[in-house]
């Protein structure tokens, strides 16, 4: 949580451990998009107690 | 307008009383989209013979005395999302290339048997994963986009090429190009309307949605495509009312919440003027217009988004590793975006969610309904990449989902309605926000305020082009 920024290099290679390759041009905007949503997502969180629960759904049926 | 004028309704009026066959109708439209639809494209393919061959059949049925009810012998556009058994389907995508479905989704079945026209299927962004339907134009100026991925729909009901049209609402889809486009459309509550057959953007953010070109008839498909379906384990098990007897035009000691916050920050003066108004409009029909200060919005675009791109790129997964290079380069970055978001980021805009929804239900609490802009501008041109209101620069993406994805993540229901045009023409529209499953308050205050406005009756230049 210290340091929102991803390294575009480190995109392609965490996208080939799920056998995905990305274009050269794309990795940037990837990392700097991952970065962003990931930092906005956890500082509401953050603001939520740490019991506060997803809104996930299990449906038995 | 003749006939291309009528709306559901009063097309379903004309029917039942002999002066306007089923028959008659589909030809109708048929020779307008065949005249108007190569300036506007918004359909991706004209089920004509189909169409033919189901107004023939509700003509017959209606000759025999079976009347199926208000959409017997209505022509209806489906966006390129929905399962129509036979008919090839691509989700507006090189991916699913001649892809047919072997039967009809959920929401095509209940058209069917209430007796609809399937007139055609229009364009969608590819996937729906966008907020634009290219090729098609806005139907009030070709220069601009119809907004959001039903846009074909959109832009066709606009230009009186279809009585109505079903859809999809992800993140504003219904509602951005209702308001682009000057029609109406409501997005129900997450559980309404069933979701199986509708090809997937995001399980639990997708919401299937009609369109009209009045809140009556809004009233009238919501009725039809609403209810439970084994198919969908997330559609809810409870009663669909009769959504038409909302429709009385009274919204007198109505509370209808008005926020102070977030939803009218750096919007277009047109925008802001044309919803001032709205609001004046309801005050005067004896609502009560109550202030509200609207929970935190940070990070619940955010949250909408990690949630969309997640559940998109499990949707994707098999197909962007066979098939990437058939995808549209945007769409593939969103889904490799999703591939890498981290499980932990997913589950925390989850629990944004549940919180953003709890709080949203408390801060509504003293209010029947909520109204805001539905878009904080008017369509955008084509081609054009940001949006600048005052000194604020979004993408389309950011600036439509702005005001219209926080629903989605809330599964509330909300509707936009035509509530003013634009010195330039463009029509803008009023969202209103109701609470889960009762969609009924939000028709009745639409309707009630197209009682006393006629921005939904006006019809854009291209609409004329023939009678």
Known sequence: MSDDRINPAIVNELAATVSLSIDEPDRAGIAALMASVRAAVIRRADTLPIESPPALVFDPR | ?467
Request: net charge neutral; charged share 20%.
């Open chain 2, 1 to 467: 307008m003749g006939i291309a004028g009528l709306d559901v309704t009063g097309a379903a009026k004309a029917i039942l009383s002999r002066s306007l066959s089923p028959i008659d109708l589909t030809e109708h439209m048929l020779g307008r989209i065949s005249r108007i639809d190569p300036h506007l494209k918004a359909f991706v393919e004209v089920l004509s013979e189909h169409a033919r061959a189901s107004a023939k059949q509700a003509d017959a049925e209606m000759r025999k005395g079976h009347y199926r009810g208000p959409l017997h012998g209505i022509p209806v556009a489906v966006k390129e999302l929905y399962d129509i058994a036979g008919v090839e389907t691509r989700s507006g995508s090189r991916v699913r290339e001649h892809y047919a479905a072997r039967a009809d989704g959920a929401v095509i079945r209940k058209l069917r048997d209430a007796g609809a026209v399937l007139l055609g299927t229009t364009t969608t962004y590819e996937f729906a994963f966008g907020f634009d339907a290219p090729p098609t134009r806005n139907a009030w100026n070709l220069g601009h986009i119809p907004s959001g991925s039903t846009g074909g729909a959109a832009a066709a009901l606009a230009a009186r090429l279809c009585l109505a049209a079903v859809g999809s609402d992800s993140g504003g889809s219904i509602r951005t190009p209702a308001a682009a486009n000057g029609v109406a459309g409501i997005k129900p509550t997450f559980g309404r309307v069933s979701k199986a057959g509708i090809t997937v953007v995001s399980w639990s953010l997708d919401h299937p949605a009609p369109m009209g070109k009045t809140v009556r008839d809004l009233a009238v498909l919501l009725g039809v495509m609403s209810g439970v379906d084994p198919n969908d384990p997330s559609s809810r098990n409870l009663p669909v009312p009769d959504y038409t007897k909302a429709l009385d035009g009274d919204v007198r000691g109505f509370r209808i919440g008005v926020p102070s916050n977030y939803f009218f920050d750096d919007v277009q003066p047109a925008v802001a003027h044309a919803v001032g108004e709205a609001v004046t409009v309801l005050e005067k029909l004896g609502a009560a217009i109550v202030p509200l200060t609207v929970p935190s919005m940070e990070g619940i675009i955010d949250s909408w988004l990690a949630i969309a791109l997640a559940e998109a790129a499990t949707y994707h997964q098999q197909s962007l590793r066979s098939k990437a290079d058939l995808y549209a380069s945007d769409v593939r970055f969103l889904l490799e975006a999703g591939e890498l978001t981290l499980a932990t980021t997913y589950i925390n805009a989850q629990r944004v969610r549940h919180a953003w929804r709890s709080s949203l239900r408390a801060a509504m609490e003293t209010v029947d309904v909520m109204v805001t802009p539905t878009l904080p501008n008017t369509a955008m041109k084509v081609g054009q990449i940001l949006s600048k209101i005052g000194t604020k620069e979004e993408t389309v993406f950011e600036v439509s989902a702005r005001f219209c994805a926080p629903f989605n993540l809330a599964g509330f229901p909300a509707a936009s309605i035509p509530c003013g045009f634009a010195p330039d023409g463009l029509p803008i529209g009023l969202q209103i926000i109701g609470k889960p499953f009762e969609e009924e308050a939000i028709l009745r205050v639409g309707q009630a305020f197209e009682s006393r406005t006629d921005h939904h009756l006006r019809v854009p230049s291209i609409a004329g082009l023939v009678a």
